[in-house]
């Protein structure tokens, strides 16, 4: 008993993984012999005891245990082998052998055929181990040609036809670095005396001389070229494409993270190559990344994807050696580490599963619950939150900005865009089936639930990590997981059928957006309630629709929610995990539209965009403030007007302004009807928050106010000019209305830049405004095309007749947008134009007088087309809107009411909580406003209007009655000494401002879709230009091998010598 | 300690085995047929460990046994450094390993493809 | 609030009847004169002055209507409180509270706007009617005002920096003291842009297009008859006039008394009579190409010139 315990108590060291893994590679095939399944269970046996081992031994040291130093053959080191097994050993161990645990349940159909493979599959895995642990240099060369060994045999056993070609190029290729590395270890042992890498480092002066430089530039490039660095990486590729995705993965995450992690320890041997590693790590993320753009093969891409993030965790390692920033480690690069292994590994598996040669083909018969975890493995990925990946990010970048790094910063930044570029294209491949496809039949269910678990297993290690980090940054308050937990839950009743999953959904997003926002004060609030209760408000119009809607109320709750967590972030990573959060529920709601996926890709990449220069504004306020609080962006001192254009870019991307809104009318268009209506009416909001934080923190307390701030003018009025000009021309009613969305946020943008009290309140004012008139457009439009199956105004018209609610809410929205009098639009341009002129920006008041005027163009248009002319004859059937959406459209339109009658309702709390920021300088006289120019009594308006509509009213009711008037048919008018019989030959519709398009047309031409169409297009051809390298002869790739020595012997002072 | 003047046997034979480390790259990057190129591999591959071997070497050393011949005090200087030795006997087996891995390879390239030759293996690039 | 000042609103509204009245009668005479005066050019004699009153008392005492629909119906109310609601929020005579109107509602900003109020809503009813003449019309009419707003924005710009208030009022009375102080002679850059705004906006050739009597017949308003049509006349009475004492007060030094206003507005009226009666029309894309170029430039010039004007 006693010895059993020992036994035990051995095996259960970290040394217990080797005897285990050895002990096991001899029973397996003497088991296997026996009975087959017997050799399989001691090989998982083996494998999960590894992995518990890892575990148990971690958990110990986690608690405070110290780093356990195993001594073998009874001799102390440096003259016996010895090995570590600490805190990041045991992390990356734990991470290994827990992949590869899954990973041997994905391949276990292959690796059962042979009891070889079982035990190559061990030794490979126990390699790894090695190469973490061991403290030995030649040692390690040792554990790394083991597991090269063990590759190169799994890798023959795969079943694709250019495996074996494959294979041969990569044994070339490493056989090669091993050689180096060989070299490196004989070198430095002959200058140091020693192997083992402690003495080593201990005695690094000794490595001195030509022989000292050959020797370290031998094992960094050995190191370096198994990571795959660009270009000496196209045996990498292959292997990647070629392989079995269960062999694929193992090299992608298993082997390189063994390889890493080499490098890693003797990193503390190149600190005059620290930049070098740097650069290449650098160059080959955004090089593979850019080159990936234009890869179509699954696992090929996979294997871009594989080379950027070594060559991002490379970066990263070496900018924090430089940086003497050895505290962040564990968080950085174990993030960024664990991040990648679980993803890309669950993707390679998922690739395996799938089974799809190209992404293309990805768009039929794929699963339901295979794109969904193919979503959150990719989004894991490219670092959005809650995964690990997103908190490494941050962390690396805010530190790179405390250290001033911002070229790195914008390196790793574009690098993450393009990778999100390609990673989400493979998705939107997989995301266009969901709808025509039908639930999985039971029996097949069951069977591909055994295939996938390993990867939701992934999926799943990748939410606990990522909240274990959230945990150590100090984030992971309820309130930052309240979204996603509801949303959570909504997606536990997502299954049941029908609109009344609406409303616990707005119970949660009450409840949820009570609690979040009640505490909060000031403008927070007031867009608290225009964000949460302008939400609620109009998704109750959602239970329009009765079908199944999968997925659209888990993300609705999660989007919603998100807002209210943006609206009460104190500090800039909550902001960023909101904004981020929201982005990406966002997406994936426009995504359910019917044609959605398309242009939410598009929509997608500019939200990222529009984050990275956030995330990168933050990170420069960090580095100048070295606080994450919002409240200190003010302090930046001279960097405040380069974060105030980088977050300001960052905000006016995400609204869709001028020259970057080419996302915007695809998005809108192809929502979902209802959900379009909460994009424009409620989400769009979040931009204007954004630009109100930066206004408020940034743009006031500097002196440099004014320039930022005109540019940011101009940028609105410009938004607002084409929004209005490119609306104008369309035939989609909801294009329309998008393009008209876009020139409405332009006044708002506008008049935030005025950084006056009255612009301030213009642009809230407007704000409110706009939420008002797009939602009751919106909703309007959904049901106009509910009843129509339309979408082009000029297949409609004459609803009027049919939809009379619709049409009088279209009208009075539209009324209230154009700025007519008495309406609520009337104030804000007020409002705005008076805070223009006392700023004296006379050409942009101009351009706003312009632009107001081109909407009535749209407006008109809208009224004309689809409610007023002739009514299709298909059309004379059709009924009102459900009251459903009637519903939420007659509370706006009373909100429009009363805010048109009683301004001050709306200005006095507007103008109080900007007070702390800028004092007030409105001027109530009664109920009449002054500025400096005008004054505006809007009851009175409203009076007078009132009774001067009346007056003729009651004259002509009085004639008509003594008139005899008749109701005619359609048709019946004066035409022509005709009388059309269709309407289609009478009804004005097609190309209604076709003279105005002859006029000035030719400034609206899609310039801006053009230019970033030819940025796709130059981006797409420097990836295939860069990518000439990749000419699949195995002895070029070697060539490559060899010159990256040399490149780095040259680089680092080798002709000096 | 100045190689060049002191340990001739070793320069020489860490020459020739750096000869054979560029010649056995020269032959994985010039030779087209697969066994050409393993050749290369094993030639650079006996290279290293010549220039292992060389490195460990002590002119006019003996062997690195501590008994009456050599003195405890004199070892340092008198003994061959056995390290190196003992590495090559490891480096060899793994040499051994690779080749064999690279020869089984080129058995089955040539079983399916029905030819040794690298450049006709490009199907996967870009 | 309303109810309190009940004498003010009764007061206030008394008068502006009686503004209406005049400015209404006023109107239909003029368009009477210049009926008469653009057939003397053509050769022809002309309506009698007594003719559009006839027309609309013809108008209002038909027996029979036909309507399209509550929107066709409420198409010309609109217009007419369009026309209404602008001359209440513009003060007519300067220095007569009696003749002030409802100014101190809002601003010339507020005239600006409220002078859609009445286009929209008479281009809806019309669009109900579901003529596509209308349609054609209206939609070539709003296409006109965009490009004629451009310069004369810029003007109206130019003389707010200049008399550095929004308020009619205060805008006439900076220009009281004789007519050197008229804004036609102290930023008679403006004045030229806004004028030549105000051809396109009185809607006579070379910008009559979207009427179009010869193509379209008259544009917008095809199916309106009866009573729709006797308001309709009655509000291009009212409405031709309002725009006319707008531009008295805005450039042309605003009139204290109703002989001085009815004869400055004529001679503003005179000419866009003029320039139509010489000038062929423009097609709709030359008309906006044509306020884009020249007219804006001097909108452009007015600006600079009046910021020349303040710092010198």
Known sequence: MVVTNTIIDVLLQPLGIYVLALGAGFLIPLFYRVRRGSGVLVFFAALAAMAVIAGLNLLAIINGAPAIDIETAGIKPPFSINLRFGLLEGGFVLAVNTVALLGAWHYLPRLKQQAASLLLYLILVMGINGMVMTRDLFNLFIFIEITSIATYALIGMGRSDNVLAAGFKYVMATSIASAFFLLGTIFLYYQTGTLNIDDIIMNRDLIEGPIGLIATLFLLTSLLVELKPYPANGWGLDVYETADSGIASLISVGVSAGVFFALYKLLPLMDNYLTSIALIGGLTFLISNLIGLKQENTKRLLGYSSIGQMGLLTLAVALLKQTDADAHLPLIVGGLFVNHLFAKAGLFWLAGIVNRKCIGEWSSGVKRSEVLLLGVLITALVGLPPFPGFWAKWELVMLLAGNELFGWIALILIGSLLEAAYLFRWFSYARQQDSEQPDDAPAEASFSFMQIMPVTIAALLLFITGYGMAKTMHVASPEVFLPLVAGFAMWLIDRSHGRLKNLPMLAAVAVGGYLLTNDLEGINRLFSYLLVGGGILVSIAAMYRNDNRRGFYPLLTVLLLSLATLLRAQTSLEFFFSWELMTLSSYLLVTLGRNGVKPALTYLLFSLASAYFILAGFSVAYGATGSLLLADLGNSGDSVAIIFSLLAAGFIIKMGGFGVHIWLPGAYAESDDDFTAILSAVVSKAGIFGLFIIAAHLGVRSDIGLDPGYVLGWIGILTATFGALMAVFQEDIKRLVAYSSMGQLGYIVTGMALMSHLGWVSAMYITVNHFLFKGILFLSIAGVILRTNERLMYKMGGLIKNMPFTFTFVMIAIIAMSGVPPLSGYGGKWMLFNALMEKQWYWITAFAFFSSAVAFLYMFRLLQTVFLGQRKLEHAEIREAPMILLLPQMVMIVGIMVISAYPKLLIDPLSAAIDPWIANTLVWQGTALHAHFGHWNAPMIMAVVAGVFMIPLILLSLFALSMKIQKVEQFNIVYAAERPRRPEETHFAYKFFAHYDRAIGFTVRPRATAFWNSVVEWSHSAGASLRIFYNGNGQTYALFVIMYFVGLFLFNGGLAL | MNMLTDFPISLIVLCSGLCLILLGLWGMLTQRNLIRIIIGFSLMDTGIHMVMVSIGYVTGGTAPIINDAVAMNEAVNRVVDPVPSALVLTAIVIGLGVTAVMLSFAVRIHKTRKTLMIDKLTESKW | ?312
């Open chain 3, 1 to 312: 609030m309303i109810i309190e000042d009940f004498d003010f609103w009764l007061g206030k509204a008394g008068y502006f009847s009686l503004t209406l009245l005049i400015v209404t009668f006023y109107g239909l005479l003029v368009g009477a004169f210049i009926d008469r005066t653009i057939a003397k050019v053509q050769g022809r004699i002309g309506i009698p002055y007594r003719q559009p009153f006839i027309n609309i008392l013809k108008n209002f005492f038909k027996r029979t209507a036909i309507s399209h629909g509550v929107m066709f119906y409420l198409g010309p109310v609109f217009r007419i409180a369009g026309g209404i609601g602008t001359l209440a929020f513009i003060p007519v005579l300067y220095g007569s509270e009696m003749f002030s109107n409802f100014s101190m509602a809002g601003d010339l900003f507020l005239v600006i706007y409220f002078m859609f109020f009445g286009q929209l809503g008479m281009a809806l009813g019309a669009g109900e009617s579901g003529h596509p003449y209308a349609a054609i019309g209206i939609a070539r009419g709003l296409s006109q005002m965009t490009a004629y707003e451009v310069p004369f924005v810029l003007a109206v710009i130019s003389i707010v920096i200049q008399y550095d208030t929004l308020s009619i009022t205060q805008i006439v009375a900076a220009q009281q003291g004789g007519w050197q102080n008229w804004t036609v002679v102290t930023n008679w850059v403006a004045t030229l842009a806004a004028m030549l705004a105000f051809l396109g906006m009185m809607g006579y050739s070379p910008f009559d297009i979207f009427l179009a009597p010869q193509e379209i017949p008259i544009g917008p308003p095809t199916e309106f008859h009866s009573a729709y049509l006797g308001l309709m006349q009655l509000n291009r009475a009212l409405f031709g006039a309002t725009k006319l004492v707008l531009f008295m007060n805005l450039f042309f030094g605003g009139a204290t008394s109703w002989p001085e206003l009815m004869i400055k507005t004529l001679l503003i009226y005179m000419v866009a009579i003029v320039v139509g009666v010489a000038f062929p029309r423009f097609r709709v894309d030359q008309g906006i190409r044509f306020f884009f170029k020249i007219p804006t430039l001097i909108g452009i010039m007015s600006i600079v010139y009046v910021q020349m004007m303040l710092v010198a």
